[in-house]
Structures are given as C-alpha cells and as structure tokens.
C-alpha cells in the first residue's frame, strides 16, 4: 500500500458555511451531501404562507443518472514529498452542498437542486415616452 499524502494549513479563514454545506478537517471514507432549495423572488412584498411542493417541480424528483466507470483504471504515482502544506487559505463562502476539506477522502457525491421563480410586475410602457 502506498503512504498517504498528510496535509497541513497555518491558517484557514471563512466568513459563511451554509446550506448543507461542511468545513472538514481530517480523512473521511465518504462525503454524501444534498440541498434543495426553491427560491421565489417577487417584485412586490407578497407572501401566501405556503408557496409550493419540492414535488411539484421535476428538477427535485427527477433521478440524476451516474454512469458506471467500466473501464480499468491502471496508473502509478509517486509522492515525492508525502506532505502538502499551505500557509494560508481564506474563503468568503461555501454554499449548497460544497466542501472545503483538509485531508483525504475515498469518495464524495455531492447534490444541489435548485429552482428559481422570478414572479415580476408587467410593466406597460408609454408609447408616448419611447418617442420622445
């Protein structure tokens, strides 16, 4: 088995980590996140109490098709140096199912699905005013 790379950082800085979204220090066999998220934004300030179903929208049920790797995979590689070191990192912010991770990991799936409404004022311009 070969040795591992060890990872080393003086400084980490992140101002925001949210929506399902992790800071991990350390090795991890597997990494599994998911977000939904339904944004409505409106012109005018209005709210019923209940907008919609993450069901009535395709883009949150549909199944997202990962293809199998059938191919065989042969590579060598050679750690040199088995250490990576970082002086400095600064993030302003992960968001919906992102990592930020020092260390190793075996696998990762990560999912965000997102649906975004824009519900806008019909505007009736003045023919008048496009003239001038």
């Known amino acids: 088995m070969l040795p591992k790379r060890n990872s080393f950082v003086d400084e980490v800085r992140i101002n925001d980590v949210v929506i399902g ?8 066999s597997l990494i599994n996140t998911h ?3 339904f944004a409505l934004h409106r012109e005018k300030e209005l709210f019923f109490g209940f907008e919609s ?8 049920t549909e199944p ?3 293809p199998p790797i059938s191919e065989k995979l042969h ?18 912010g992960l968001s919906t199912s992102s990592i930020f991770q020092i ?5 990762a799936y990560l999912e965000s699905r997102i649906h975004h409404t ?9 023919i008048t005013d496009r003239n001038e």
Not at 103 to 107: D, F, V, Y
């Open 21 to 28: 979204s992790n800071f991990q220090i350390g090795d991890s």
């Open 35 to 37: 977000s939904k998220v």
């Open 53 to 60: 179903d993450y069901e009535d929208f395709i883009v949150f």
């Open 64 to 66: 997202i098709p990962i």
């Open 75 to 92: 590579f060598k590689k050679f750690n040199a140096n088995p250490t990576i070191h970082v002086s400095f990192v600064r993030i302003i």
């Open 103 to 107: 260390g190793n990991t075996k696998k």
């Open 118 to 126: 824009r519900q806008l004022e019909e505007h009736k311009e003045n």
